[in-house]
């Protein structure tokens, strides 16, 4: 039976973006239905992974030069910059990366169709246009790539003024001097960092008892030791009661109790609150229980290996799908499914995939923890290395981080890497090629790096892990040996 396309993805951010550019480069016909009037790459470009990163690079530049050379001014950031400059450089960057998506796809010759897509049948895609109007299209396969959008608050309404969310928060027309964050998310602390770097006094606020609790211990201990020495303020395990504008002391009020205290009531006062809660799928419009497209209880939609759906010629990948939920690995499912639909031979998904928090200071781990390698009951052996000792650090007035090893005693086969400090979240790709490889900690050892660079910390968390086997025993010269000398 012919059909009008080979695949229609619905949504354009990372995971519908690489399943359009592999199914063209198999010679498809693609088409792509996009929600938004005018820009492409949904909240990956547009509210989400993009602008909050280029506006942390903004506030990122401001603090290093103000820690660099010193602020004889003695002004705060909120003195010096306007939020209005911050974020026309922000509107600059997603310009840009619009432009690259949109003559992508035109090279490419993918074709985008406006509107909210939802399913008709197996084959079938209605569009409901901005204009009121329906367009139907058919196509073999159909990926479903819609993302995530955050839940609302329980106990108070956003009203984008006073109270903002992950977009209204861009539209800042000043850089705030109070901010209570709510949320224990990973953007949550990223937008803590970023405003704590301009100069506002950050709370944060969690409900849950724990945050990032995917870290490693040592690097979280180090990480609050940041957040602290930034006057960062977190309290944990708290019930956001209210929030509400106090017109006579034009300011706003956060009311909270304290679940693991004695629950009196307690009151913070700030000019903004930023809430990031939780993030839910968007499937309530997909129509999939027409289709027989199956949701898990979360309603993220269920998949295999292949990313296909209880339907076989329907995929889905990205946030949509829950877990990871990282614009990094959604690139990578949505051209595998690519691949799966039109039978194409490729690679799986990798077992173990980076992690990058974008906080200041950054964050990025891959593998097992330390606490993770000793449950396991491996007798493992840790190396670190502290900024302090690199010399790219002290150049570039970086040196408070630390990059951490954690690999077998008995083979040096590497488990796991964990860096806070500048540039984590590239430093981590040298540990993840070791890693994927099937390599150890020789590896540095034995190959020469770049001087002055932050990788130099690869070399020195090495050489410590290192001694501390041979200070337990294992004959050096074996270490520095062949792999099973």
Known sequence: MSRDYNVIIIG??????????????????????????????????????????????????????NSQFGDHENKKPYERFRMTDLLQY????????????????????????????????????EVETHLGTTETYS????????????????TFEIDHNKILDYKSILDLTHIPRRLVVIGSSVSAFEYATIFAALGTHVTLLNEQQDYLPFLDLEIKDHFKKALDSRGISIK?????????????????????????????????????????????????????????VRTDAGNFVIVDEAYKTTIDNIYAAGDVIGFPRLASASFTQGRLAACNMFSISSLEMPEQIPYGIYTIP???????????????GL???????????????????????????????????????????????????????????DGDVRYFIQHVMNYPTLSE?????????????????VKYRNILGERDG
């Open 362 to 376: 950054e964050i990025s781990n891959i593998g097992m923890t330390e606490q993770e390698a000793q449950a396991t």
């Open 139 to 154: 196509a073999d396969y159909i990926l479903l790539c819609t993302g995530s959008s955050p839940t609302e608050p329980e």
């Open 236 to 292: 944990n395990n708290v019930s956001i009661q209210d929030v509400e504008f106090n017109a006579l002391r034009n300011n706003t009020e956060v009311k909270f109790k304290d679940k693991s205290g004695n629950q009196q009531l307690q009151v913070i006062e700030t000019e903004h609150v930023l809430y990031l809660g939780g993030r839910k799928p968007n499937v309530e419009n997909l129509n999939l229980d027409k289709v027989g």
């Open 12 to 65: 354009s951010g990372p995971a519908g973006f690489s399943c359009a550019m592999q199914s063209s480069k198999f010679d498809q016909q693609v088409l792509v239905v996009e929600s938004h009037e005018d820009y492409l790459g949904g909240t990956w470009i547009n509210t989400g992974t993009v602008p909050s990163k280029a506006l942390r690079e903004a506030a990122k530049t401001i603090l290093e030069f």
């Open 379 to 437: 007798d493992i052996t840790i190396g670190r290395a502290h900024f302090s000792e690199i010399t790219k650090a002290d150049m570039t007035n970086h040196s408070d981080g630390l990059l951490k090893l954690v690999f077998r005693t008995d083979t040096f086969k590497l488990l796991g890497v964990h860096i806070l400090g500048d540039e984590a979240a590239n430093l981590i790709h040298l540990g993840q090629s070791v890693m994927a490889l």
């Open 90 to 125: 922000k509107q600059e960057i997603l310009e840009k990366e619009n432009r690259k998506v949109k003559n992508d796809f035109i090279n490419n010759k993918v074709d985008v169709a406006r509107g909210f897509g939802r399913l008709k049948d197996e084959h079938t895609v």
């Open 457 to 473: 910390a690869y070399r020195i968390a090495a050489f410590n892990g290192v001694n501390r086997v041979y200070q337990n025993g």
